[in-house]
């Protein structure tokens, strides 16, 4: 096992707990970091959400007190998706049909030293990603012609943060921070296409390689199925390291109002490669699976622009905006797989299939609002909207990638356990999002897809 599986396996256990990970919200990004922040919308880029602050504007680690805090937490995500046929009106939810997708559980971690004008932090937390589970038996298992094949339609996209922060106040109004971030990101997927479906990637020039007239050849063409999955609660088929960054900085207008801003790089992730399977599923020949190795290539995060304003309108209450621009755009145009298959007695000298999947997501802006209330010196009480634009187009849905929710509401509190703790709690309800899709190639029936979940955030902060 290499250094980087070892670390990988480290990071996933420590993050991914017992369960997998944590549905993404804002497509495949998590709508806030931390207890405090979720309760408040999201909101983060400039009042003090705690250590988990790193993860959208390290500056405000200068807002947080003295001396050195460690937080830990739990962010459980329970999801609601259901995907429709269209023509013959057959239901699917995705569910617990296999060990490593829902419900949804992903630990955050950090450490924050603030000594003087210096403010330090390291942390681990899950970005985002997304996961469903349809199973083997519905009609996303069949292929053209109303052929069952038994095969499985499934993701878990997992995507780690581990964030080296810093942060310097420069005078009593202003402070800059800065993030260097490591990541890793891992994917399971089983998707089946049908033979309409392979025949509209072809004639597009979308699907080339020395593989396709190998499926041209066979007699009766009815789908192919890619399968590169570990069915274990932890581990993916595919992974990759890399990096990405962040500039922040937090000004204080007045001793009630600060403004702050921050920018995240674009990811500069390496290809996820792994093991996979590539099954032609044949009206005759039966079902011809070829094992190789693939890639998903290219696969980024976005850069995304954050402002922040936030007002103390008395001493006991706070209101939060933040304005965010994601650029999807340039990120996701399409999903890039690229098979091997490993030298057989079906293809004697290997063979190649490279496939363009369409996603051309638009930019996403984002609006979060929050509101904090001290109810006494032990309780603070919080509350949030987010609301975003749809980054996803209907016609390139995938049942599969239902990164549809935009709307949330949530609520949340901090109790003081003593001077050194606190408790801090969050939940958000994503409301039901509904899109369909009728066109090749992303999938054969005409399908609606209905989205909507639950996240409950746990923190445990603790000063010393």
């Given amino acids: 096992m290499t250094t980087r599986k070892i670390m990988a396996s480290v990071l996933v256990s420590g993050l991914a707990g017992l369960s997998s990970l944590a549905q993404a ?16 919308g999201g909101t983060a880029v400039a009042h003090d959400v705690g250590p988990a602050g790193m993860m959208t504007n390290p500056a405000t680690l200068s807002l947080m007190q003295e001396g050195d805090q460690v937080m830990g937490g739990l962010d459980l995500v329970t999801t609601d998706i259901e995907v429709r046929n269209k023509n013959t009106g057959e239901r699917v939810s995705s569910g617990e049909h296999a060990s490593n997708r829902g419900p949804y559980a992903a630990p955050e971690l950090a450490y924050t030293k603030r000594f003087g004008d210096w403010a330090l932090g390291v942390g681990a937390f899950a970005q985002g990603g997304l996961g469903t589970e349809y199973g083997t038996g519905s009609f996303l298992s069949r292929a053209v012609g109303g052929l069952n094949t038994g095969l499985d339609n499934s993701s878990r996209l997992l995507v ?88 922040g900085m937090i000004y204080k207008a007045t001793p009630e109002t600060t403004l702050g801003a921050s920018y995240t790089f674009k990811s500069q992730m390496d290809d996820m490669e792994g093991g996979a399977t590539l099954t032609a599923v044949d009206g005759i020949a039966g079902q011809i699976p070829l094992k190789g190795k693939i890639k998903i290539q290219d696969f980024q995060m976005p850069a995304h622009l954050d402002l922040g304003f936030n007002q103390r309108l008395s001493a006991q209450w706070t209101v939060a905006v933040d304005v965010s621009q994601v650029f999807w755009k340039d990120v996701m145009k399409d999903i890039k797989v690229a098979f091997v298959a490993d030298p057989s007695a079906a293809v004697p000298t290997g063979g190649t299939l490279n496939i363009l999947l369409p996603q051309d997501y638009k930019d996403q802006t984002i609006l979060s609002l929050g509101t904090a209330y001290d109810l006494s010196d032990q309780l603070t009480l919080r509350g949030g909207l987010r609301f975003a634009t749809q980054a996803l187009r209907s016609s390139t849905l995938f049942a599969v990638i239902p990164a549809t929710p935009r709307t949330h509401l949530s609520a949340g509190l901090t109790y003081a356990l003593s001077k ?25 029936d005409p399908i609606q897809v209905k989205h909507a979940q639950n996240n409950a955030t746990i923190n445990f902060r603790y000063n010393f």
């Fill in 420 to 444: 050194q703790s606190k408790i801090d709690f969050a939940y958000s309800h994503a409301l039901k999002e509904t899109m369909d899709n009728s066109s090749l190639p992303n999938t054969s």
């Fill in 160 to 247: 780690l943060n581990i964030p080296f922060a810093a942060s310097f106040k420069v005078s009593e109004k202003l402070a800059v921070g800065g993030s260097f971030d490591a990541m890793w990101q891992g994917l399971n997927l089983n998707l089946l296409l049908g033979a309409d479906q392979v025949g509209s990637l072809l004639s597009s020039g979308r699907a080339t390689g020395t593989l396709v007239p190998v499926l041209g050849g066979l007699p009766d063409l009815r789908g192919a199925h890619f399968s590169l999955t570990k069915n274990q609660p932890l581990g993916s088929g595919v992974d990759a390291w890399g990096y990405s960054g962040k500039l």
């Fill in 25 to 40: 919200t804002d497509v495949f990004r998590l709508e806030g970091y931390g207890a405090v922040s979720r309760g408040m």
